[in-house]
């Protein structure tokens, strides 16, 4: 039988030790989508083969090199998102509003009026981009018949005498499943050590289960660059990327047995919160040819950001039973509908390498009537790697190479000019997802369209833009033996409408 422990009515402890991290984590801050200012935005992104915009400095540095003067733009944006989930067939939605900076910065460019061969400019650019946006939540809730995160906990402990709960990370919600009777071990003939919970003794099921996440934080960038043009064909640049990270989530899942069906379990409940900050360092690298006066392609290549991150993760679990159980009965005696509380940390230190990025683009100048504009990004993130001092991520670091892939990313931008000094802008995104061990038929493409309108003056502009962007993913709350019951499936759809605006002055 289990040992017997002597909580309060809320007893709470702290433990504190390292803990791996996943292909997940990776993955989140290696998807970046390189922000910038409202004129490049409405037109997807679409940009990296044109310039006079400080969105090139995170996408091809090359471009500052085609500024005449000098000048300073800030991009203020709103944002308003609504995540949609279904879980279970139980449809929920969540909204929520962001304001934020998306870019701020300014170039520098020094002529070279001597001659009209050989280098002509040298432009230097200083600005930040906001890369990735993680402001977001969703609940997902629906009944379960047939399976509970407690047959997760029970299958990943069988084969452990309780002390080894506690001596591998790996497995601490189990050790607090444990801690809150939640979880118990005949050790009288049972040599295999086999673990039982009473929602998966009583057999009934039915409970109801509901998560709820929300995250907020971003990823930034400061961009350093510098670029040249020569004789106005070949423009070259280069930048010098810092990033921030700060990445704030915080999940409570619960069980409720809502129609007192199921013997002695009344409720559980599991509180997650992961905090993460940390640093990196890139190098991109630019060029753009202009081989006739209306057509401009390029290439950029960016090596992996090196990250240095810092993880903080606490657990917190609480469970409640219908009456007080004796001695003699299945679980140890403790009070009637006590709240046994435990609260845990883990902290980490890890290095990440993020996946490498190639683009290529193409525009095509049609006087002073306009511009078409396209870009391709091919990103290969089998080449995330991750390594701590600590720990060997070998396997996880297996697992990336032979389950993730190349993502592909399409822009289409175009700019027409209405009269003189206004532009009306619009553009479309496509972008394939990089996990190729989901299989499944729900379509986890990220589709974005855009649009907007700029005013124009020799001393200062004002651009305007609409962005709608959606993707979906989904993932199973927990996972069971494949020959068991299907754990419940969540289904989520992110959509987000961004306005944003751009103020510049020349100088």
């Given amino acids: 039988m289990k040992k017997i422990l002597l ?38 992104g679409a940009f990296s083969s044109l310039g006079v915009d400080l969105s090139v400095l995170a996408t091809n540095p090359a471009g500052i090199a085609f500024s005449r003067n000098s000048y300073f733009s800030i991009t203020p944006q709103l944002g308003y998102t609504k995540t949609s989930s279904l879980f279970n067939d139980a449809a929920y939605s969540e909204d929520d509003y962001n304001f934020k900076i998306n870019n701020i910065g300014f170039t520098s460019t020094y002529l070279n009026n001597s001659s009209e061969k050989g280098w002509k400019a040298l432009s230097l650019g200083v600005a930040y981009n906001k890369l990735k946006n993680f402001n977001m939540s969703y609940v997902a809730q629906g009944n379960n018949t047939s399976s509970s995160m407690l047959d997760h906990f029970m299958y990943n402990s069988d084969g452990n005498i309780s002390d080894n709960l506690y001596n591998n990370s790996a497995l601490m919600r189990e050790s607090y499943a444990w801690e809150t009777f939640l979880l118990d071990l005949d050790t009288e003939n049972n040599p295999n050590l086999y673990y039982w919970n009473p929602i998966w003794a009583d057999g009934k099921y039915g409970q109801l289960q509901q998560k709820t996440l929300e995250a907020i934080g971003n990823v930034g960038e400061y961009s350093f660059a510098l670029a040249a043009n020569f004789e106005d064909i070949l423009y070259l640049g280069a930048t010098l990327g810092i990033q921030s990270i700060y990445y704030k989530e915080n999940t409570i899942y619960s069980e409720d047995d809502v129609n007192g069906n199921i013997t002695e379990f009344k409720s559980f409940e599991m509180r997650e919160m992961l905090q993460t900050t940390g640093t990196g360092y890139n190098f991109k690298f630019g060029i753009i040819v202009r081989p006739i006066t209306s057509l401009r392609i390029s290439a950029a290549f960016h090596t992996p950001t090196f990250y240095s991150i810092h993880d903080n993760y606490s657990l917190g679990m609480e469970s409640h039973f219908d009456y007080a159980i004796t001695e003699s009965a299945a679980m140890d005696f403790y009070s009637k509908d006590a709240a046994d509380v435990l609260i845990g940390e883990l902290v980490s230190d890890y290095k990440l390498s993020s996946a490498p990025k190639f683009i290529a683009g193409a525009s095509f100048i049609i006087s002073n009537f306009g511009l078409i504009s396209m870009d391709y990004e091919y990103t290969d993130f089998s080449l995330m790697d991750m390594s701590a001092s600590d720990y060997n991520y070998f396997n996880t670091n297996q697992f990336i190479a032979e389950n993730y892939t190349v993502s592909h990313t399409i822009r289409l931008g175009t700019e027409i000019v209405a009269i003189h000094g206004i532009a009306l802008r619009g553009g479309a995104l496509y972008a394939t997802m990089p996990q190729n061990f989901v299989d499944d038929d729900y379509n986890r493409t990220r589709l974005a369209y855009s649009g907007g309108i700029g005013l124009n003056s020799e001393s200062a502009f004002l651009d305007l833009g609409l962005i709608y962007e959606t993707f979906k993913w989904q993932q199973y709350s927990y996972t069971l033996p494949s020959d068991g019951a299907v754990p419940p499936l969540e289904r989520v759809k992110y959509e987000n409408f961004s306005f ?8």
């Fill in 500 to 507: 944003v605006a751009t103020f510049g002055l020349r100088f």
């Fill in 7 to 44: 909580f309060s009515i809320l007893s709470i402890a702290y433990i504190q030790f390292s803990v791996a991290q996943s292909d997940i984590d990776a993955l989140r801050f290696s998807q970046t989508f390189e922000g910038g200012t409202a004129r490049s935005l409405s037109m997807a």
